[in-house]
């Protein structure tokens, strides 16, 4: 039988144990209640404390994501006016430009682990016109590319038969 890590008291981040609160049912871990330096009272997986994973209520994101986002002046440019967050189309410019957590390569297109399957997406004025999984990355990227040239270019073909 393990021993039981007393952590009443311990200050991780900023949180402070209050006490002992129940056990995780997923993977047995003890759960402590904590008091965050904001006052909020939190309660976490004893292991993701002494780990470091958690050191706040969840203020220390909200606060480090305002410092930065206070710094990107693209964000600050566009605060406040959803329609600079469209191009001159009205596509949404995050459904064209590629995440920094994008695996896949290309935008709209990703891998699902549970399904094991690949998902192609398209978003279009406010709706999906695209969502739908595949085999083969390949499929999901010729899915995603003909939506594209479906929806997005469709515009263009207007304006040409208008001149």
């Given at each position: 039988?393990?021993?039981?890590i007393?952590?009443?008291?311990?200050?991780?981040?900023r949180?402070?144990?209050i006490?002992?609160n129940?056990?995780?049912?997923?993977?047995?871990d003890?759960?402590?209640?904590c008091?965050c330096?904001?006052?909020?009272?939190?309660?976490?997986d004893?292991?993701?404390?002494r780990?470091?994973?958690?050191?706040?209520?969840?203020?220390?994101?909200?606060?480090?994501?305002r410092?930065?986002y206070?710094?990107?002046?693209?964000?600050?440019?566009n605060?406040?006016?959803?329609?600079?967050?469209r191009?001159?189309?009205?596509?949404?410019v995050?459904?064209m430009?590629?995440?920094?957590?994008?695996t896949?390569?290309?935008?709209g297109?990703s891998?699902?682990?549970?399904?094991e399957?690949?998902?192609?997406?398209?978003?279009?004025?406010?709706?999906?016109?695209?969502?739908?999984?595949?085999?083969?990355?390949?499929e999901?990227?010729?899915a995603?590319?003909?939506?594209?040239?479906?929806?997005w270019?469709?515009?263009?073909?207007?304006?040409?038969?208008?001149?």
């Amino acid at each position: 039988m393990s021993r039981m890590i007393e952590m009443k008291g311990k200050q991780f981040g900023r949180l402070t144990v209050i006490r002992q609160n129940g056990q995780d049912p997923k993977n047995a871990d003890l759960l402590w209640e904590c008091r965050c330096s904001c006052g909020n009272i939190v309660t976490v997986d004893g292991s993701r404390l002494r780990g470091g994973y958690v050191r706040s209520c969840g203020c220390l994101r909200r606060e480090l994501a305002r410092q930065r986002y206070s710094k990107n002046e693209g964000f600050t440019r566009n605060m406040g006016n959803p329609q600079n967050l469209r191009n001159s189309d009205g596509i949404m410019v995050s459904s064209m430009k590629e995440s920094q957590r994008n695996t896949s390569g290309v935008v709209g297109v990703s891998y699902d682990k549970a399904t094991e399957r690949w998902l192609a997406r398209l978003m279009y004025q406010g709706r999906y016109v695209l969502l739908k999984s595949f085999e083969t990355k390949t499929e999901a990227i010729h899915a995603r590319k003909e939506a594209e040239t479906l929806y997005w270019h469709k515009s263009d073909k207007q304006k040409q038969t208008v001149s």
